[in-house]
Nanobody, 125 residues
Framework: VQLQASGGGLVQAGGSLSLSCAAF????????MAWFRQAPGKEREFVAG????????YYADSVKGRVTISRDNAKNTVYLQMGSLKPEDTAVYYC???????????????????WGQGTQVTVSS
């Protein structure tokens, strides 16, 4: 299984950015998908997740209301739309996949089986 994240970049505070993560080599519709991020000197943290059916989402409090996760199972792709960005959103963003049609969405990185390479998001003040 390979995950390929894209869409990062430099944006001003208050701006918007959309990330994509394409999955290869898996039955995408059977995976819970999530986004994590890691800022310099900090631990990797959960941002948002969506269950295998697309019917359930879960967001970190720090991004709730500013971020939307979605998926297109026909395209084997998960998306993260971010708005009202803040400098503290600056981080490398990783997509992750948890295999199995599991009920619930975990915010723990060790529950995820596959990881993308990360894409840098920088928010300037």
């Amino acid at each position: 299984v390979q995950l390929q994240a894209s869409g990062g970049g430099l944006v001003q505070a208050g701006g918007s950015l959309s990330l994509s993560c394409a999955a290869f080599g898996c039955t995408f519709s059977s995976y819970t998908m999530a986004w994590f991020r890691q800022a310099p000197g900090k631990e990797r943290e959960f941002v948002a997740g969506m269950d295998w059916s697309g019917g359930r989402t879960y967001y970190a409090d720090s991004v709730k209301g500013r971020v939307t996760i979605s998926r297109d199972n026909a395209k084997n792709t998960v998306y993260l739309q971010m708005g009202s960005l803040k400098p503290e959103d600056t981080a490398v963003y990783y997509c992750a996949a948890q295999r199995g049609r599991i009920s619930g969405i975990s915010s723990y990185n060790y529950h995820y089986d596959y990881w993308g390479q990360g894409t840098q998001v920088t928010v300037s003040s």
